[in-house]
C-alpha cells in the first residue's frame, strides 16, 4: 500500500512508497486510517533529530475503524471508531516499565518512528493501545487525542496547575492550544501568548474563550505582575526565546513544565531557576493514565479539538503540508489516506 515513509537515516530520506502490510498477529488489530495527524516530531523525524528506524512508515497520530483483529482478540472491537496509544512494544521489565512509565522504556519502539504507523490506508497496532471515542466526534479531529494525551503527561500526574494560579502558556500552536484548555479545564487562569505572526492561532484561542496576548507586548504581560508573575508556566513553543522568556516570566517559587520539544541544544538563563527557586518539570509523550485523562476530558467537552483542524490533505500533498506545518500556517494538519 502507498505509505508516506522515512526510507533512510539521515536528514531528508522521507516520500511517498509502497509499503508491504501485513495481518494483524496475535493480541493485534489492523485500523483503517480515517485520519493521521502531522506532528512536529514529523518534522524532527525528518531532518534526523528524532530516533528512527527506517525504513518506517510515519505517523503516530491515528484515528480510525478496527478492520481486523488477531487471534485471541474480542470480535467486538470490530466496526469500533478508535484512536490508539503510539507505543507498540516496550521489554516490560524494565524500572520504568514495572512502575507503569512505559513511555520512558529505554527498548520502547512506537507507531510512525520504531514501527510502521499512521501516514497509510492501515496500521497494525496492539489490541490494549485502543480506545474508543464518542460517536459525536469527528474522525479527523479525534487525532488530536494522541498530542492531549502528551499534554496530559505533563500536566496532570501529578496536577501542575492548582485552581486559581495564573498560568502562562507560551506558544498557540497545537500543544500550546490543548494545554492551554487543559490548564483551564483545571482550575487555572490561562494567558496564552505568542508572536504577532500567530494572529490567526490566536483568533481560535479567543473563540475557544481563552485569553490571549502577543509574547512582546508589555501591557499585556503586566497582568501578571500584580502577582509577581505566573504561578505556572507551561513552554510550548519548543524554541530558546520561548523557554527564557517563560523562566523569567514564572514568579518566585512557580512551575514551569517543558512540553515544547527543541530538536536540538538551545542557550537559556538557566541561573533563573536557581534564583527564583523554581521547580521545573516536563513528560516525555503518553502513558495509560494520560490516555484516560485526555479520554475522560473529551467526553466531558471540557477540551475542543474540531476547531484546531485547519486541513485535512492527501498524502500526497505530503511536501506542501510539511513546508505549512514548519511555517506555523494553519494549526492542525491532518491526512485523510482515503483521499486522492
Known amino acids: 500500500m502507498k505509505a508516506l515513509a522515512k526510507l533512510a537515516p539521515g536528514p531528508g530520506h522521507v516520500g511517498l512508497a509502497e509499503r508491504e502490510g501485513r495481518a494483524p498477529g496475535r493480541g493485534e488489530v489492523a485500523v483503517e486510517v480515517r485520519g493521521a495527524g502531522v506532528c512536529g516530531t514529523d518534522l524532527h523525524i525528518l531532518e534526523d533529530e528524532f530516533r528512527?528506524?527506517?525504513?518506517?512508515?510515519?505517523g503516530h497520530e491515528v484515528s480510525g475503524v478496527v478492520a481486523a483483529v488477531g487471534e485471541g482478540v474480542d470480535e467486538a472491537w470490530l466496526g469500533a471508531r478508535v484512536v490508539c496509544e503510539t507505543f507498540f512494544s516496550t521489554c516490560g521489565a524494565c524500572d520504568w516499565c514495572r512502575d507503569g512509565r512505559p513511555n520512558l522504556c529505554p527498548d520502547r519502539r512506537?507507531?510512525?518512528?520504531?514501527?510502521?504507523?499512521?501516514?497509510?490506508?492501515?496500521v497494525v497496532v496492539p489490541v490494549r493501545n485502543?480506545?474508543?471515542?464518542p460517536d459525536w466526534l469527528g474522525e479527523h479531529a479525534a487525532v488530536?487525542?494522541?498530542?492531549?494525551?502528551?499534554?496530559?503527561?505533563?500536566?496532570?500526574?501529578?496536577?501542575?496547575?492548582?485552581a486559581g494560579d495564573d498560568v502562562l502558556v507560551i506558544g498557540p500552536g497545537p500543544v500550546g492550544l490543548l494545554a492551554a484548555q487543559v490548564a483551564r479545564a483545571l482550575g487555572g487562569r490561562v494567558l496564552l501568548v505568542g508572536l504577532p505572526r500567530d494572529e490567526a492561532r490566536l483568533a481560535v484561542?479567543?473563540?475557544?474563550?481563552?485569553?490571549?496576548?502577543?509574547?512582546?507586548?508589555?501591557?499585556?504581560?503586566?497582568?501578571l505582575r500584580?502577582?509577581?508573575?505566573?504561578?505556572?508556566v507551561v513552554e510550548c513553543s519548543g524554541s530558546g526565546e520561548g523557554i527564557a522568556a517563560g523562566l523569567q516570566a514564572a514568579r518566585r517559587g512557580g512551575r514551569y513544565v517543558q512540553v515544547g520539544f527543541t530538536g536540538g541544544p538551545v542557550?537559556?538563563?538557566?541561573?533563573?531557576?536557581?534564583?527564583?527557586?523554581?521547580?521545573?518539570?516536563?513528560?516525555?509523550?503518553?502513558?495509560p493514565r494520560s490516555w484516560r485523562r485526555a479520554?475522560?476530558?473529551?467526553?466531558?467537552?471540557?477540551?475542543?479539538?474540531?476547531?484546531?483542524?485547519?486541513?485535512?490533505?492527501?498524502?500526497?500533498?505530503?511536501?506542501?503540508?510539511?513546508?505549512?506545518?514548519?511555517?506555523?500556517?494553519g494549526i492542525k494538519h491532518v491526512f485523510d489516506p482515503h483521499l486522492s
Request: with cysteine.
Open 52 to 58: 528512527s528506524f527506517p525504513p518506517v512508515t510515519m
Open 110 to 122: 512506537s507507531i510512525g518512528s520504531g514501527v510502521d504507523g499512521g501516514f497509510a490506508r492501515e
Open 130 to 133: 485502543l480506545h474508543r471515542i
Open 144 to 162: 488530536l487525542a494522541e498530542p492531549l494525551a502528551c499534554v496530559c503527561n505533563c500536566l496532570c500526574d501529578p496536577s501542575r496547575v492548582n
Open 205 to 223: 484561542a479567543r473563540q475557544l474563550g481563552l485569553e490571549t496576548a502577543y509574547a512582546d507586548d508589555p501591557e499585556a504581560l503586566e497582568r
Open 226 to 232: 500584580p502577582r509577581l508573575g505566573a504561578d505556572v
Open 267 to 287: 542557550s537559556v538563563p538557566f541561573d533563573e531557576i536557581f534564583f527564583r527557586e523554581l521547580t521545573v518539570t516536563s513528560g516525555f509523550a503518553s502513558t
Open 295 to 329: 479520554l475522560t476530558l473529551i467526553e466531558a467537552r471540557a477540551v475542543e479539538l474540531e476547531p484546531l483542524v485547519s486541513d485535512v490533505a492527501p498524502l500526497a500533498e505530503w511536501e506542501r503540508v510539511f513546508a505549512d506545518t514548519r511555517a506555523g500556517r
